[in-house]
């Protein structure tokens, strides 16, 4: 059985920084819908995409996020 501590730890140490990153790179937009859009076409804050999302073509989320709102 994993040890669900070590985990834990890992992730903090490896992850979580990013993850504070990300969540304050939303909540610096200029407002909500902003912040839908850069999450819905899957954009960081240097403008390129996250690296979990490359496999998606920009032309199946872009037209998409609009149905967020």
């Known amino acids: 059985?994993?040890?669900f501590i070590a985990i834990i730890r890992?992730?903090?140490k490896e992850h979580q920084q990013n993850t504070i990153n990300e969540i304050n790179w939303f909540?610096?937009?200029s407002s909500l819908i902003q912040a839908i859009e850069l999450a819905a076409i899957a954009k960081d804050?240097?403008?390129r995409?996250?690296?979990?999302?490359?496999?998606i073509k920009p032309s199946a989320l872009e037209p998409k996020w609009?149905?967020?709102l």
């Open 1 to 3: 059985m994993p040890n």
């Open 10 to 12: 890992h992730y903090e």
């Open 27 to 29: 909540g610096s937009q």
């Open 45 to 47: 804050h240097r403008g």
């Open 49 to 55: 995409r996250y690296s979990h999302q490359w496999r």
């Open 66 to 68: 609009s149905c967020l």
